[in-house]
């Protein structure tokens, strides 16, 4: 077997190597070694213009993407469900008072509970799902093709594996620590700002009634993830009940409440 490999330089320092392998002995001639450092060189513009735009959108401390990747790509989502007829879905996650590990810790024991929380964030969720870096202890996981039934279950899911161990705020300090989620699903009409809007208020929603705790846009109660869909009930308009009869009485219609299945 042969195998020629040259360095791919940049800015007087290595980012690389071009590696050109044979099943058969004594392939390479001298003159190759020349045409590879040729197409290595070639190469590294590339290579570094996608390094820098990655760098551009992913946030240092936690190698999530930051901020400035989110309205761009929750907007390229939605033009896929569209497209494609699937869903979307987007998590609002917010640490519950994380303040209190930068105030009596420092921001140095406050970066590193964030990268543990971002690496336990991965771990509980899909390759093709999309983590965010919102600002500060907030972030964003877009769920591509995912009802809101499901995101329900996946912040189940992550609130779990956050509050079930500690995190190592400095060596010999473990702390303690929850997440709060608010759910939406795309309605496939709303703009990426719409779905962010509700999304963001579902957040708040669960922060208001305890923390901890998951909670999907439009509902005025926390739902959390069974497997099962919640029953919904239809809310009733006011109208006159007919004599001699108690109101919702006979077939359901408008003037009815009632509950239905999904």
Not at 239 to 254: D, H
Request: include cysteine; charged fraction near 30%.
């Amino acid at each position: 077997r042969s195998i020629l490999a040259v360095p791919m330089w940049s800015a007087g320092r290595t980012i690389g190597v071009l590696a050109l392998t044979s099943p058969e002995a004594r392939t390479f001639e001298p003159g190759d070694e020349d045409l590879a450092l040729l197409l290595a060189n070639c190469a590294v513009p590339a290579i570094e213009k996608a390094r820098l735009e990655r760098l551009a959108i992913t946030d240092p401390n936690t190698t999530a993407y930051n901020r400035r990747y989110l309205m761009p790509r929750l907007t390229d989502e939605i033009d896929q469900g569209r497209r494609r007829l699937r869903p979307v879905s987007a998590l609002f996650l917010d640490l519950d008072h994380f303040k209190r590990i930068n105030d009596e810790l420092g921001h140095a024991a406050g970066d590193r509970v964030l990268k543990t929380f971002v690496d336990r964030v991965w771990l509980a969720t899909r390759r093709q799902d999309v983590l965010i870096r919102r600002g500060g202890d907030e972030f964003v996981l877009i769920l591509p093709g995912t009802t809101i039934e499901a995101a329900m279950r996946a912040g189940e899911r992550i609130r779990r594996t956050i509050a079930a161990e500690r995190f190592a705020a400095d060596e010999g300090v473990l702390v303690p620590l929850t997440v709060s989620i608010g759910a939406a699903e795309w309605n496939g009409r709303e703009t990426a700002e719409a779905l962010e809007a509700r999304a963001d208020a579902a957040l708040y929603q669960a922060k208001r009634t305890g923390r901890d705790r998951v909670c999907a846009a439009g509902s005025q109660k926390v739902r959390k993830a069974t497997g099962r869909r919640p029953r919904r009930v239809a809310e009733a308009r006011k109208t006159p009940a007919k004599k001699g009869k108690p109101p919702g009485a006979g077939r359901a219609g408008p003037g009815a409440t009632r509950s239905e299945k999904p």
